[in-house]
Each structure stands twice: as C-alpha cells, then as structure tokens.
T-cell receptor, first 111, second 113 residues
Framework: SQQGEEDPQALSIQEGENATMNCSYK?????LQWYRQNSGRGLVHLIL?????REKHSGRLRVTLDTSKKSSSLLITASRAADTASYSC???????????FGPGTRLSVLP | EAQVTQNPRYLITVTGKKLTVTCSQN?????MSWYRQDPGLGLRQIYY???????DKGDVPEGYKVSRKEKRNFPLILESPSPNQTSLYFC????????????FGQGTRLTVV
C-alpha cells in the first residue's frame, strides 16, 4: 500500500507561532487529506485537496499540494495550545480503494 | 448528530476469549473500515466494506473477522485474541470511500493478557 510520510515527526512551537508540516507520497493520487488526532482519540478531518488544486484554506489552516514533487504541506497560523495534536496525511492506496495514513507529526504548542 | 459510535471504549480480555467490538454510523455511509493504531505507526487498515454484504481485507486482517449485514453496523470480531492484538482500534465511515471525508469513532483500547 502507498503511504504518506509526514515530516517532521515532532514539532514544538510557542503559542502564536506558525506550524508547518509536510507530507510526501510515492505515486500519483487523486486527492490528499489531512486529519488531526488528539491523544488517544479519533481522527478528525481537516481538509481534502484534489490533485487539480494547488492550495486550500480553512480558517487558520492552509494546505498546499505539489503533484510534481509528490508532496503536501499543512500550515497552521497563529497556533494555540488547543492545536496540540498529531496531524496525519491520508492518500489513496495503489488500488484506489482505501485511505492510507502516515504516522503523523506530533505538534506541541506551548503556552 | 452525525457520528460513528464504537463500543466498548476500553476492554481488557484474556487470550483466546472471543470478543466483538461494535461500530455503528448514523450517516447512511456506504463505506466503513476498521483500523488499528500502534505506537509510532500510522493507522493500519484491518478490513473495509464498500457496502452491505461486501467486505474485503486491508493490510493486517489476520486474526480478525468482520460482517456487514446492514448499512449502519460493521462489527469487528476477534475469534481468539492474542496479546499482539493489544492495540487502539478505530472504526471509520465515509459516503464513498477514499474520495470523500472519513468520520472516525472515538476508539477502542483493547488489552489482551
């Protein structure tokens, strides 16, 4: 199965700073999704970006997609302590049937 | 409220004692899936279902069974649990597979001793 790989594995920032996380994948995709997971809880969908889109915004979130580099980035602006969570990207598998998740970036926002 | 409900949230059991983790969604989604999450790894898919009576293996199906007799329910069955199945389990649903947003349950933390 194809899998996105997030970078960095962990990130600590101060409240108010911006946080950038990256996701790289191996083969062509139709869409890429970002999810947030608070410790031990279920994942929550953040943004879906399709292969013909380059950038999407949702509140303080900005996602970019570069299909030529097979990579995506998630930017959280003006971070808050409540943004502390793990952030994962999800792509479709090689058969185009399923979600495949990366291990995630653990973001800590310090007050 | 649209949601995916898993039960139980926590379960401690002994090796070999059959158990079932239930999953129910109220959004009329066609696609449902089970994942396990272990430290340092991304979610790994166990089984998925594209619709009623249609199920298929994911990446780590060994030791698990599922059924999809009705659209809203997708139980995960461990016929003979073993300690290596100690994990955090998530059920998810979506309207139409990977091309749409997935909704996750709150998770079931299973310990097999």
């Amino acid at each position: 199965s194809q899998q996105g790989e997030e970078d960095p594995q962990a990130l600590s920032i101060q409240e108010g700073e911006n946080a950038t996380m990256n996701c790289s994948y191996k083969t062509s995709i139709n869409n890429l999704q970002w999810y947030r997971q608070n410790s031990g809880r279920g994942l929550v969908h953040l943004i879906l970006i399709r292969s013909n889109e380059r950038e999407k915004h949702s509140g303080r979130l900005r996602v970019t997609l570069d299909t030529s580099k097979k990579s995506s980035s998630l930017l959280i602006t003006a971070s808050r302590a409540a943004d502390t969570a793990s952030y994962s990207c999800a792509t479709e598998d090689n058969y185009g049937q399923n979600f495949v998740f990366g291990p995630g970036t653990r973001l800590s926002v310090l007050p | 409220e649209a949601q995916v409900t898993q039960n139980p949230r926590y379960l401690i059991t002994v090796t070999g004692k059959k158990l079932t983790v239930t999953c129910s969604q109220n959004m009329n989604h066609e696609y449902m899936s089970w994942y396990r999450q272990d430290p340092g790894l991304g979610l790994r898919q166990i089984y998925y279902s594209m619709n009623v009576e249609v199920t298929d293996k994911g990446d780590v199906p060994e030791g698990y069974k599922v059924s999809r007799k009705e659209k809203r329910n997708f139980p995960l069955i461990l016929e003979s649990p073993s300690p290596n199945q100690t994990s955090l389990y998530f059920c998810a649903s979506s309207p139409a597979g990977w091309n749409t947003e997935a909704f996750f349950g709150q998770g079931t933390r299973l310990t097999v001793v």
